[in-house]
């Protein structure tokens, strides 16, 4: 069974740029949720696509968006960078079976200056 | 959405049990309690999961009272390498709705 993988495991932006990050759910999972994670905080939830359309957000700007492709990986895309923006990017699938538990992957690294 | 309150921090020693105790007062009818654990710089990873009474497997406890608005973690022996961070979860992912992590609980293993 793969678990859930993001790429990459770093990256380096400058205010004002773009950014997308990667993920590839675990197999047989169909749903997934992407987080952010500040230093010394909780993960907070961005949003969630099922069946390839978001179908739950969290309080975050339009300049965060998603996509989720046929095969259920999914990417996270960030315009206009703000320093505020540096945290760790948490990528987590699930199944829609009832109540299924998330399961994340390590994480993507976003520092920006 | 369903807040949890946790203890911001805990030690222990080698060997002991420890128990984490998690509240969610306005817990809504269908939703569930998820225990994570977090080591730095990695993904949270799933522990535990439970509705009501008490959940056993093979790394963790939970319980849970009838009125469910707190649950308790319990972790049996634990040893160095239990050392994390430790987030009740409480919520419903296949709604749709968002979880809610609170900012867990610091657990350190001392030998």
């Known amino acids: 069974e793969t678990g859930v993988t993001q790429s990459p495991t770093h990256l380096i932006k400058t205010r004002g740029q773009q950014v997308t990050l990667r993920c590839s759910s675990q197999s047989g999972h169909n749903t997934v949720s992407w987080y952010q994670q500040a230093l010394g905080q909780g993960p907070q939830f961005i949003f969630q696509?099922?069946?390839?359309?978001?179908?739950g957000r969290g309080n975050f700007p339009p300049r965060f968006s998603g996509l989720q492709f046929p095969n259920y990986s999914s990417e996270l895309n960030v315009n206009a960078l703000e320093l505020d923006d540096s945290a760790l990017y948490l990528c987590?699938?699930?199944?829609?079976?009832?109540?299924?538990?998330?399961?994340f992957g390590n994480g993507t690294r976003l520092t920006v200056t | 959405l369903a807040k949890t309150t946790q203890p911001i921090s805990m030690d222990s020693y080698e060997g002991q049990e420890v128990n984490i105790t998690c509240s969610h007062n306005?817990?809504?009818?269908?939703?569930?309690i998820t225990w994570y654990q977090q080591f730095p710089s990695q993904g949270p990873r799933f522990i535990i999961q439970g509705y009501k009474t008490k959940v056993t497997n093979e790394v963790a406890s939970l319980f849970i009272p009838a009125d469910r608005k707190s649950s308790t973690l319990s972790l049996p022996r634990v040893s160095l390498s239990d050392t994390a961070v430790y987030y009740c979860?409480?919520?419903?992912?296949?709604?749709?709705?968002?979880?809610?992590f609170g900012s867990g609980t610091q657990l350190t293993v001392l030998p």
């Open positions: 979860l409480v919520g419903d992912v296949g709604s749709a709705r968002q979880l809610t």
């Open positions: 696509y099922y069946r390839e359309e978001e179908n």
């Open positions: 306005n817990i809504a009818t269908n939703d569930y």
């Open positions: 987590a699938s699930s199944s829609t079976e009832v109540h299924s538990p998330l399961h």
